[in-house]
């Protein structure tokens, strides 16, 4: 049974950092492609950024770029979210998923419950 469960989402001041986690059991984890996702209130779900089985390729949604970094611990099954600058509009809940690939992912697996980051002064 695939699960996923992120972490590590809170109340940030805007500029502020934080760092996501999520741990993923129940497939290969070393063999997948990741990605994380986030949705806004109001919003449809939207793709932040997406890390290769290896972790040598990265791909992320053009907003997101030179603030975000995906990682991820093969040894761990667990992905990363490194989320620095942060704005108002970054507000969401975030969520983790296995994928098809690196160009235009597709969510393969249920999504867990996420994580909340809300980012305000």
């Known amino acids: 049974q695939v699960q996923l469960v992120e972490s590590g989402g809170g109340l940030v001041q805007p500029g502020g950092s934080l760092r996501l986690s999520c741990a993923a059991s129940g497939f290969t984890f070393s063999s997948a492609a990741m990605s994380w996702y986030r949705q806004a209130p109001g919003k449809e779900r939207e793709l932040v950024a997406a890390?290769?089985?290896?972790?040598?390729?990265?791909n992320y949604a053009d907003s997101m770029k030179g603030r975000f970094t995906i990682s991820r611990d093969n040894a761990k099954n667990t992905v990363y979210l490194q989320m620095n600058s942060l704005k108002p509009e970054d507000t969401a809940v975030y969520y983790c998923?296995?994928?098809?690939?690196?160009?235009?992912?597709?969510?393969?697996?249920?999504w867990g419950q996420g994580t909340q980051v809300t980012v305000s002064s």
């Open positions: 890390i290769t089985s290896t972790g040598k390729s990265t």
């Open positions: 998923n296995y994928v098809t690939g690196l160009i235009r992912p597709t969510p393969l697996g249920s």
